[in-house]
């Protein structure tokens, strides 16, 4: 901590979010209340809330879009935004009939709240400067951990050509049998690359103090509104329950030596698994609540359709979620029509228009992913892992066991089924897909990603409902004149909360820098980025080192000089003992398939010769070794020194 807070570069970041945050908080408000999304007269936390995250996602997809030259995944969402927003100038203002969002109690100060809002964004970027996004000292850099440096470094790629592409910091310009762009989670990393672009700042900085902490602040702001809109309420404390909730409600530990029983957790980490697909997701659940209280025009729905839609490129996992919520929705409550002879749930024309408009966006998003070279980042298959087995189960029973506030879940949706079965709908709708995303992950478990089908499903869906769903179940309570009770229930959410903020830290000082890995020192940083703009470095690895050829373990070099680093040896799976292999059997790496150093290293006892690697390199345009304590030079022994600080060592090859 004290690290970052004697860094001028942090400042000047967080100096950054609020230009960014103010800009785009300006942006969503003008473009939600001339579509008739947003009513003047909203709460300010509602207003908030609303606009950041419809602002951050306005301008991430139709930077996309033109960054990309069109072979951006957003560019459809960023098109439909646009079409929406010249409907609504051509189209008179709407009409404001709905007063039910505001607060009958004097309005917030815009002053107090521009306050609290900063200080929150500065201290989230803080706590990740101190954990996953740590600034140099004594002269050195420490070593983020691969997945932060790796999101990070996209950014930079993505300035670079557009190219939506997660192998590019692998050092191989083409893969054969490797997609040419990839279905990912690239709404934050176009809103990091923006910043880069614009403000020049380190990408780490980018994503970690600016991005990131504005993604909170949108997405624990819509959470809290999320909970006043669906459980019928003005409360403010509502608002901050369902604000900490976003953050820091997650299952119990109750397993805490397996991936299984400690994963799931709060959005103050899962933010950089999800990023703006979280926003996405807490937009589309806020027009469930308020969509029969809107008038309908082409404007809104098209607006709509553009933001739902938006779940597909933002993360592909949330939006196959989201679809199988809705449609466990509309099966069960065809069923419960057809059995009692009554009318569907939803008969309105008005929700059918809008679901039409959803699909018409999501489809040509999809077809347009397909036509631009979208694909997935290929199934990593472990032979060793067995569907259904211990951690699976470990994984599903940790959540009903310890699940807390999530129970409130299906409770809230008997309460609210036939007052409210908009509300009611959503409760039914995230049950399914979370128990859905269960089975799926179960089946498939030996492909190593398909964990966030389930984890995903509680992170960003079954956080916020059951936030509402507490919330909605004390107010009954209380109702009812069980006004200790709910008080109880009230407290015992609120420990569960406390408690949460111990899985959160310790998953974000996890994913911060290890003890494997030396702090580089900022001189032999500097030294690679004077390296040529293309040049590339390999190093040699260990074979239970490298999680994916895409993602080299020292990619945090590339994440801070833009020269990119290529891992040369074999690549053993060590994933899989994490969802129940036995860790005595330690097979291919399931992605080290695709790589090309596979040519030359096909099992962990392979010595290739040093011609052979010689002409490696020099084929894929490898000029240079880097080489340090834990990855000496026994590649091109006869490479040239170049630069020296310490043990660690720059080369270049004859």
Known sequence: MLASLSDDRVWFSILVAFVVGGLCLLLGTWVTRRVGLLNRDAPL???????????????????????????????????????????????????????????????????HAAIIAAFFVGTVGLAFGATMAPSPRDGVQPVEHRDQAFYSGLAINLNLNGTESIAYPSGFDSIPGFPSQNWFHWGELWLAAAVIRVFGIDPVLARHYVVLPLLLLAAASLTGTLVRRMAGTSSRLAFLFGAAASLLLSPLPVLPGSLSGWWAVGLLFGITQYGLAVISALLSLYIVAILSTRRSTPALRVFIGAVVASMLPAHLVVAVLAVVGAGGVFFVGGIAALVSRRRPPVTSGWWYSTIATVFAVALVTAVWGYLTGHGLNGVGISSTVTPFNHSWVDAVIAPVVAGGAFLAIPFAWLVTRRRSPATASVFLGTAVLVVSGAIAWGARLADFDMFHVFFAGIAVFATPVAAVGAWTLIGYVRQKGGARFATAVLVLCIVQLELGVVPAVARMLQFGPGPNYQPIPLAALTAIRNLPTD?????????????????????????????????????????????????????????FRWAPQRSLFRDASTDPSGSSIATFLKYHGIGYVYADAMHPNSLVPEAVEIARYGRVVVLRNP
């Open 45 to 111: 936390g509602e207003t908030v809330a609303v606009a950041l995250g419809s602002g951050l996602l306005v301008f991430a997809a139709c930077w996309a879009a033109v960054a990309s030259g069109g072979r951006s995944a957003f560019t459809p969402i960023a098109a439909a935004l646009v079409v929406a927003v010249i409907l609504a100038l051509r189209s008179p203002r709407p009409t404001e009939a709905d007063r039910s969002g505001a607060d009958a109690r004097p309005r917030f100060s815009r002053l």
């Open 535 to 591: 040049a590339k470095l390999a190093y040699s690895c260990r074979h239970d080192e490298e999680e994916a050829f895409w993602n080299p373990a020292l990619v945090s070099i590339y994440a801070h000089t833009g020269r990119r680093l290529v891992p040369m040896c074999f690549e053993s799976d060590i994933f899989s003992a994490m969802i129940g292999a036995d860790p005595l059997i330690q097979g291919e790496n399931p992605f």
